[in-house]
């Protein structure tokens, strides 16, 4: 039987992300797959590359055969030179945490109202029947 270290596409039409996967040469590509040993999101920037090394390099000594595709992915992440008892790369770049936004509370100042209606609200007066006959002959005349 021929194993291969091949993707797995999962997601959406236009956000597509990908699992590093070991199945036979023959199940089709989104089949059913022995072992998962990695993460591909290729939409996030930068893109996210997770490879379990151990388990990688257990397939590839066993004779598995990797798909161009994850070729690169392990060239990037040192995995194939490892193997091939090449020099390491240079180390991938993480992306950097994303800062916490101030809240709104902070971003208010002073003499501006917290988190209420600028505008007060009127509260309805109850209007005598005498008053408002009053009132609508004053406008008339």
Known sequence: MAVKIKLKRLGKIRAPHYRIVVADSRTRRDGRAIEEIGLY???QNPSR???DS???QYWLGVGAQPTEPVM???KLTGDWQKHKGLPAPEP???AEPKKARPSFEALATADE???EAITQKKKAEKKDDTAEAAAS???EA
């Open 41 to 43: 999101h290729p939409v």
């Open 49 to 51: 590359i997770e490879v």
């Open 54 to 56: 151990e388990r990688a």
């Open 72 to 74: 690169a992915i392990l």
């Open 92 to 94: 991938l770049k993480v």
């Open 113 to 115: 109202p917290k988190g």
């Open 137 to 139: 002959e004053s406008t």
